[in-house]
């Protein structure tokens, strides 16, 4: 009975796993990532008394990308923040001429000057304390340079408009992952849901990526390249085996999954029952990852 229940369940993972997988493999476009520098400038036939601030994308992609595109569900195209429906208008509207829902569609300048000012407002704050703390003596660290003054981000004379047109393709949908070339698999390859991932920051795991370059497989050399555990040890937390595939995809995949269900059963254990509260996890059971397809 036991047994049989196990099957079932079993069996009903894979196949809302499967189904899940399924539309994600249908949309696999490629994202195409601006890695450059590009030019903000206000909406066309504005008028406008600063100039235009020129914005290194890619030196902000250690942040989740959902701390701008805020309302990116992963997988379509990302939209402009001017778009018609977003943050079209310049300034906010007079609050008389209008109902009162459009009037709360922020400005464009509005919410430019509030995501981009508290981060860097943030950065400095943390970076002084962090200066603070370092004994007298000490080289100072340099203090970096989220510009937080007009000029900074709106120089007089205007900077040059640069529109780098560099970028990089980015894998949507789900990716299989298999074990590399020499490794004999024991287990069936790994469906993995890229675009799934993207309320983390890139960095989370692609951890050597600087934002602009290429992006290296995991198992490239130099990298996760071992093909068996180091002698003598097999734990995957073993400084010695971080160069061994299994033990790098393993500690990656299942220890963030397994820390987001642990804090889940706490909070359960607390009395909080509502899902919209409760962390989501990704599964912890090898046949969840290891299935055939
Ligand atoms: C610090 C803020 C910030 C972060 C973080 C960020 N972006 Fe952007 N991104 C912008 C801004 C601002 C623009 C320009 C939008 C515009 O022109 O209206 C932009 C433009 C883009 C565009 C081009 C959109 C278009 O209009 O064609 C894409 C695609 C994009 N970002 C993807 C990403 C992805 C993917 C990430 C995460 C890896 C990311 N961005 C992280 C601020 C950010
Ligand atoms: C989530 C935090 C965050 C947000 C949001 C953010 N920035 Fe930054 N920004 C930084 C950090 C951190 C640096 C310093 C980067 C470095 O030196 O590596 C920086 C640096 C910069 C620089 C200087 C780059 C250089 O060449 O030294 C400019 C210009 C800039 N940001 C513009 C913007 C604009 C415009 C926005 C809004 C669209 C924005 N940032 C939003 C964190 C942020
Ligand atoms: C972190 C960068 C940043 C800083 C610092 C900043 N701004 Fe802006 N500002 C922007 C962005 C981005 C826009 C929208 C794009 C544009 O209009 O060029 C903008 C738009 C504007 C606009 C509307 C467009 C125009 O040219 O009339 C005004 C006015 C403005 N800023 C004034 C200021 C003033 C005054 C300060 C200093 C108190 C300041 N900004 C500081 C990034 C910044
Ligand atoms: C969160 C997903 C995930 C879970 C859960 C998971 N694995 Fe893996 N495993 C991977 C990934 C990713 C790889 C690397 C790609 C590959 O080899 O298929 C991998 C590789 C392996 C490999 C080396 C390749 C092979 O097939 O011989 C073995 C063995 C393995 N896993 C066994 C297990 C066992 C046993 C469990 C349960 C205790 C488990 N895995 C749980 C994701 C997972
Ligand atoms: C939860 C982990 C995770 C996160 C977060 C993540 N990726 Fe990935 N990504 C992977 C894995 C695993 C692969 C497959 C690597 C391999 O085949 O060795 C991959 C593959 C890629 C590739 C293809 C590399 C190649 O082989 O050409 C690119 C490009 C990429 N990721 C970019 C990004 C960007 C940009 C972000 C942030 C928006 C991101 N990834 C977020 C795990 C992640
Ligand atoms: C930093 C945390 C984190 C890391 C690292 C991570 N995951 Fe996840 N994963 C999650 C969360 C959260 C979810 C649930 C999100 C959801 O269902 O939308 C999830 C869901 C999943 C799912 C189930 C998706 C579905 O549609 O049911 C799979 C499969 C998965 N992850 C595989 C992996 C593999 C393989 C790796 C390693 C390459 C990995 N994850 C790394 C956090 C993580």
Redesign the pocket.
């Known amino acids: 009975m036991k047994q049989l229940f196990i099957f079932v369940c079993s069996f009903a993972i894979i196949l809302?796993?499967g189904s899940?997988?399924v539309s994600?493999l249908e949309k696999q476009d490629d994202l195409s990532l601006p890695t450059g520098t590009m030019t903000l400038t206000a909406p066309e036939h504005s008028q406008t008394k600063m100039s235009p601030v020129v914005f290194p994308h890619s030196l902000h992609l250690k942040f989740s990308c959902k701390s701008c595109h805020h309302e990116w569900d992963l997988e379509s195209p990302v939209k402009g923040c001017a778009s018609s429906g977003c943050h079209e208008k310049l300034w906010a509207s007079p609050p008389q001429d209008k109902p009162s829902g459009e009037r709360k569609i922020k400005s464009l300048t509005g919410a430019y000057h509030k995501a981009c000012l508290e981060c860097h407002r943030s950065q400095l704050k943390e970076q002084k304390a962090n200066n603070k703390q370092k004994t007298a003596g000490a080289a100072m660290v340099s203090q970096g340079s989220a510009p937080v003054t007009c000029e900074a981000c709106h120089p007089e004379p205007h900077a040059e408009i640069v529109n780098s047109p560099d970028t990089l393709p980015i894998p949507l949908g789900a990716l299989t992952?298999t074990a590399p070339e020499g490794v004999e698999p024991k287990r069936p390859s790994?469906?993995?849901?890229h675009s799934?991932?993207f309320?983390?920051t890139c960095q989370?795991?692609h951890h050597e990526w600087d934002g602009k370059s290429p992006v290296q497989n995991c198992t490239v050399s130099g990298c996760h390249d071992q093909l068996e555990s180091a002698e003598k040890t097999r734990d995957i937390n073993d400084p010695k085996n971080s160069r061994y595939f299994l033990a790098a995809?393993h500690k990656?995949?299942i220890?963030?999954?397994r820390s987001?269900l642990k804090q889940r059963d706490r909070l359960e254990k607390s009395g909080v029952l509502d899902d919209t509260i409760l962390?989501?996890?990704?599964?912890v059971a090898c046949v969840?990852?290891h299935f055939e397809n």
Do not use: I, K, R
Not at 190 to 193: G, I, R
């Open positions: 809302t796993t899940v997988l994600a992952l790994v469906t993995f849901p799934g991932h309320d983390y989370t795991c995809y990656a995949c220890q963030c999954h987001l962390p989501e996890y990704g599964p969840e990852c």
